[in-house]
């Protein structure tokens, strides 16, 4: 497995575990009603949408090197 597709892999898992763990905060938070569970939930998505933007720019650097 090349570095490349290692790295994407990695992000990929990052954001699948980052909007889990928000789905997860926000269900607590809708059982719970604790204001921590609410702030846990909106980082998380905010944190998962930032993976995203780096997996993309770093998908496209890569490919504007000509690395496959």
Known sequence: MSLKAFHLLFVTASVVLAFGFAAWAFEAYSSRGEGGTLLLALLS??????????GVR???KL???GIQ
């Open 45 to 54: 998505l905010l944190f998962g949408a930032g993976l995203v933007v780096y």
């Open 63 to 65: 490919k504007g090197m």
């Open 58 to 60: 770093v998908r496209t």
